[in-house]
């Protein structure tokens, strides 16, 4: 009989190798787990100057990251593959509208892996198939917690992490809560059961 | 002229001039000897030039090569007197206050200057008095004995001397040189026996600084302009070079030959431009730009190897050129403990500027503001240096969006229930209002306040709803994404 195996908390990003992030929720989630490191934003201008620092700098300080403004997507990948590779930013993120395809993945993995970095691909749309290490669909859980004050209910956020793809290890959803009032910011991790696909992936 | 002249164009032998434009039309800014023997004028439409000449040989001006020219040939001066600026468009002004008796007396100095220059086949005038405006109205205006001598206003004599020139020789606008001569003052005697205040009033200061400083009341000095330094190297090839091999070869000696250079004079360079002139007379370029200054042989090369691959020789290379194109004082920093750890970004922020664009590599930097569209701004993305913490502005959005309307279905205050990019939503929490203001302290801020409300919908998105306080009937709209 198999016996279900419960992890407290979510299995950490693996340095080396590039992961692929989904759903509303996926910029908080590697925000929050860039910590006090450098990190590099490749992705079209769109997107990248839709981003608030002001929002942001409640996570991460916003003057640790660079953005590069890649208007034409083999552009990014370009810029996120050159910024892998040369290991001077321990993180880089790419996002974008579409996973890159399996070649471009590919590449990415490779240039990780020289360079001993940690690689982000945020994407709103999750292809079916992707060269990610692990895959994860990060969202907002529907909300149904009336009790608290309204002001104290801003100040934290909590955000359904499930890992539905994982090379090597475990897959799994936790619920992760994130209170801004602590300072260093409190993140606390429950496990919530099995992981829940994004719609086109799930075939 | 002379500069054409040098590149090999015959203008002696024909009626040649040189045209630059002036509000859509052709004019004449230079001629030659044989030009002005058959009547035409310097400012002269070249239509009517036409008409006189119609053998006429023209070639457009090149300011910026004009330029280069005189940047040359004020370097050359610096041979004669270290106290040199150049006299924009044509002119070079000397400071030769203790140089003359080095070449015996002033007019034998001139002399030589005239001498020299002639052998470089460039015609020249030359003037020696008090002040520098004296000296180039001497110059332009002077009497002159002999072909090759100067026009010497001897100390203390500028009145005497300027007297008889023409109101041109004080170097003001046209238009106030034509309003002179209108008015009757044709020559710069003319001006003697006026107040200056009068001229003044009637003219403007323009005309009485220039009076000034041609008499010397004024100061004027010749500001010695340090010839600015000039980093390039040139690499000429017996054969042509075809291969990628050969080309990488040249281009590390050129590079070593040029870090060597600005490492002696202790600058950086931002930018680099690689030519090639080709075996077809063609020219190619690339060009590179460094996010700081720098002079590692090894960064420039593989920005510069990037570019190579790409590259179409044609039928091969016969010069190589790489200049520094842009370049400042370099202060070397120390990039980490021991060679083996790499924490500076710096070159990798290079190598992606140089495909992207380095205006597209950036940084957010805090504005004082509280608008929330406006309270950061985008900086060029060295240093990577962070500067103090970042201002706590409460409550933000991670997404800014400008505004965009929802679809009511249920209205309130925030809407109860409404829809947005094809999602419906429905309001379980809602906080606010929290009123922003316009900046309308800013001549280019438009717009209204606006009334912000942090809605948590029953989807689970929270949503930074904004509606005008004053609007009837409310229009709500999603100005952010909160985490």
Redesign the interface.
């Known amino acids: 009989m198999n016996k279900t195996r419960t992890f407290a908390t979510p299995p950490s990003l693996h340095r080396g190798r590039v992961h692929e992030l989904s759903g509303e929720a996926a910029l908080l989630y590697a925000l929050l787990s860039l910590g006090a490191q450098r990190a590099l934003l490749c992705g079209p201008p769109r997107i990248l100057g839709a981003l608030n620092p002001d929002g942001i700098s409640r996570f991460v300080d916003p003057q640790q990251l660079t953005l590069a403004l890649c208007p034409l997507a083999q552009d990014a990948c370009w810029a996120m593959e050159t910024a892998l590779r040369d290991s001077s930013l321990p993180v880089c993120l790419l996002l974008t509208y579409r996973t890159p395809d399996l070649t471009a993945f590919r590449r990415l993995q490779l240039a990780a892996r020289e360079g001993g970095t940690l690689g982000l691909v945020i994407t709103t749309e999750p292809a079916p198939n992707s060269a990610g290490e692990t895959r994860w669909h990060c969202s907002f859980p529907p909300a149904k917690d009336a009790n608290r004050s309204a002001n104290s209910l801003f100040q934290s956020s909590t955000v359904n992490v499930s890992l539905y793809k994982n090379k090597k290890g475990t897959t799994g959803q936790w619920r992760v809560q994130i209170d801004c009032t602590a300072n260093p910011l409190s993140v606390d991790a429950t496990f919530a059961g099995e992981p829940v696909c994004p719609q086109r992936c799930a075939g | 002229m002379n500069r054409f002249a040098r590149s090999g164009v015959p203008v002696n032998e024909m009626a040649f001039a040189v045209v630059h434009e002036v509000r859509g039309a052709q004019r004449i800014l230079d001629l030659s000897p044989l030009a002005l023997e058959k009547g035409l004028y310097t400012d002269m439409p070249l239509a009517d030039a036409r008409g006189v000449v119609p053998d006429l040989v023209t070639l457009p001006e090149d300011a910026a090569r004009d330029e280069i020219f005189l940047r040359a040939l004020q370097r050359w001066a610096n041979s004669y007197t270290p106290w040199s600026m150049r006299d924009a468009p044509d002119g070079l002004a000397l400071n030769i206050t203790g140089c003359a008796h080095l070449f015996d007396d002033e007019p034998h100095m001139a002399c030589r200057i005239l001498e020299d220059l002639s052998t470089r086949g460039i015609d020249a005038f030359a003037g020696i008095a008090d002040t520098k405006a004296a000296a180039r109205a001497a110059a332009r205006f002077g009497q002159r004995s002999e072909p090759l001598s100067a026009a010497i206003m001897p100390p203390g004599q500028i009145k005497t001397f300027a007297e008889g020139y023409p109101i041109e020789a004080l170097n003001t606008p046209s238009d106030t040189q034509f309003e002179c001569r209108r008015l009757g003052l044709c020559s710069i005697g003319d001006l003697y026996p006026l107040k200056s205040a009068d001229l003044a009033r009637r003219f403007g200061l323009d005309l009485v600084r220039a009076y000034e400083r041609l008499l010397g009341l004024h100061a004027d000095p010749v500001l010695p302009e340090k010839a600015r330094p000039v980093f390039a190297v040139r690499l000429s090839f017996p054969d042509p070079i075809g291969l990628l091999d050969d080309i990488h070869e040249a281009l590390r000696r050129l590079i070593s030959s040029i870090c060597s250079k600005l490492e002696n004079e202790g600058f950086g360079a931002r930018s680099l431009r690689l030519t090639f002139l080709l075996a077809d007379k063609r020219e190619v370029q690339i060009d590179i730009g460094l996010a700081r200054p720098g002079r590692s042989a090894g960064l420039i090369e593989r920005q510069f190897a990037l570019r190579l691959s790409g590259l179409d020789v044609g039928p091969g290379v016969d010069v190589m050129r790489l200049q520094a194109t842009a370049f400042e004082p370099f202060t070397p920093k120390q990039r980490a403990l021991s060679d083996g750890t790499?924490?500076?970004?710096s070159?990798?922020?290079t190598?992606?500027g140089n495909?992207?664009g380095h205006d597209?590599?950036?940084?957010?930097?805090?504005v004082s503001s509280h608008n929330?569209f406006r309270?950061?701004k985008?900086r060029e993305?060295l240093p990577?240096t962070?500067?103090a913490?970042?201002?706590?502005?409460g409550?933000?959005?991670?997404?800014?969006?400008p505004h965009e309307p929802l679809k009511i279905h249920q209205a309130g205050r925030p809407p109860l229930a409404f829809s947005w990019r094809g999602q419906a939503y429905r309001t379980?929490?809602?906080?606010g209002p929290e009123r922003i203001g316009h900046e309308w302290w800013q001549r280019h801020s438009e717009g209204t306040a606006r009334d912000y409300w942090?809605v948590?919908?029953?989807?689970?998105?929270?949503l930074w709803l904004s509606q005008r306080p004053q609007e009837k009937p409310p229009c709500w709209s999603v100005s952010?994404?909160?985490?």
């Open positions: 790499r924490n500076d970004a070159d990798l922020i190598t992606l495909r992207l597209r590599l950036v940084a957010w930097e805090p929330p309270s950061f985008f993305a990577l962070r500067h913490n970042w201002p706590d502005r409550v933000r959005p991670l997404l800014n969006i379980t929490t809602a906080h942090r948590e919908t029953g989807e689970g998105q929270r952010g994404v909160l985490p």
